[in-house]
């Protein structure tokens, strides 16, 4: 069990590397805005595609080669990244790296899944706590010794995790192959089973929306509209993963004991009125409450739409699932952070911030008329 932890936690640094070494490629590749935001939507778009990719083989080949040699991928193609001359083969290495980031997360959810079906909400907590834990460590280690090291050395260092747990998973770590008869389970599928999986997966897709938006707009909204200064508007996200890591621990516990539906509704629902904190003026050291319950209430949420997700789409194998899933995530994250900047820069930070709660409202509708619907075609087939 420790591995797949572990192994979340070397994973995730990867989701947030590029935004924190982002200011120094400005200067170092001669950048303008524009094309900052580009390597960031390229990086995750490659790193959608090859989730859906991913997830497909997984309920084919060896789960364990997958997740070693993708360690091992992104390890190399992220170090390498440090040493590009040019503009042209940095992107070529980050796309490798995102390449093998996609190979971590469709793949363990997936083994989850299938061989913890006793207290599944609790590991699932300890699986994203790990993950939350690490990223919020990156910012402080990484932030601190930048100007130390430089963005050669930050990538390098953070490329050695991925390495050891990509060579512990090939030469020591067992992990657990796709259940045998997870394809004769697979092959009940239903109408109402499809419906129900799209139906959450476009909820899910409609609050990551809003919230990967906001997320990496927190540093500028704190320097730009809340009148932080720019070393305490660094600690904001850390504020967020703290927020999350507490999340994640305290919705595993309880999702094995309460409806995942109603834990979802309920921080989806409670999402927003932290985000509108944003939008008012309060006292300055107030803010890092909301910053914190929103990780809280958005980390909840990712534990129990995962349940949901490994219950509601059965008709196809778990990896495939998970990668869908993870791709649909991905690409959504790779676009709302453009287009809410779009907004802000035509019609203002608080407007563009309360339309960006639509999103939320439209994906509690969405789970509360598939809970309804889920309820009934259980009630009728008793």
Not at 169 to 192: C, F, M, N, V
Not at 207 to 213: I, M, P, W
Request: include cysteine.
């Amino acid at each position: 069990m420790n591995a797949k932890f572990l192994g979340h936690s070397a994973n995730d640094l990867f989701w947030f590397i590029l935004p924190l070494v982002l200011p120094a490629l400005l200067v170092r590749y001669e950048l303008n805005f524009s094309q900052a935001g580009g390597i960031l939507t390229m990086y995750l778009a490659v790193l959608a595609l090859f989730s859906f990719v991913v997830g497909k083989l997984s309920d084919r080949i060896s789960r364990k080669k997958i997740l070693g040699y993708g360690f091992i991928l992104a390890s190399l193609g992220l170090a390498s990244s440090g040493f590009a001359p040019s503009l042209t083969l940095f992107l070529v290495f980050i796309s490798i790296t995102a390449v093998g980031v996609s190979t971590f997360h469709p793949v363990m959810y997936a083994v989850i899944d299938d061989h913890y079906p006793n207290n599944k909400g609790q590991v699932m907590g300890l699986y994203e706590g790990f993950g939350t834990g690490a990223i919020l460590l990156m910012f402080l280690v990484n932030g601190f010794l930048l100007n130390k090291i430089g963005v050669r050395g930050i990538l390098v260092l953070t490329a050695i995790p991925a390495m050891i747990v990509g060579l512990q998973y090939l030469l020591g770590t067992s992990i657990p192959e796709k259940i045998k008869d997870q394809e004769q389970k697979g092959a009940k599928s239903t109408r109402g089973s499809v419906f129900g999986f799209s139906i959450l997966l476009l909820s899910v897709i409609f609050r990551v929306f809003s919230v990967t938006a906001v997320l990496n707009f927190l540093p500028t909204i704190f320097v730009s509209f809340l009148g932080y200064q720019g070393d305490r508007a660094s600690y904001v996200t850390a504020f967020y993963f703290a927020g999350g890591l507490a999340g994640s621990l305290i919705a595993g516990r309880i999702s094995d004991k309460f409806n995942s539906f109603i834990i979802l509704i309920t921080g989806t629902i409670l999402i927003i009125p932290s985000l509108l904190f944003f939008s008012m003026e309060l006292p300055g050291w107030f803010y890092f409450v909301p910053v914190s319950l929103f990780g809280c209430f958005a980390s909840a949420c990712i534990i129990n739409q995962n349940l949901l997700i490994g219950r509601m789409g059965k008709s196809l194998g778990k990896g495939e699932v998970f990668g869908i899933l993870m791709g649909a995530m991905t690409i959504t994250s790779s676009l709302s952070p453009a287009l809410f900047g779009l907004l802000i820069d035509h019609i203002g930070y608080s407007t563009a911030l309360i339309l960006f709660l639509i999103p939320l409202i439209i994906s509690s509708f969405l789970l509360i008329f598939l809970k309804s619907f889920t309820a009934a075609k259980t009630e009728v087939a008793l």
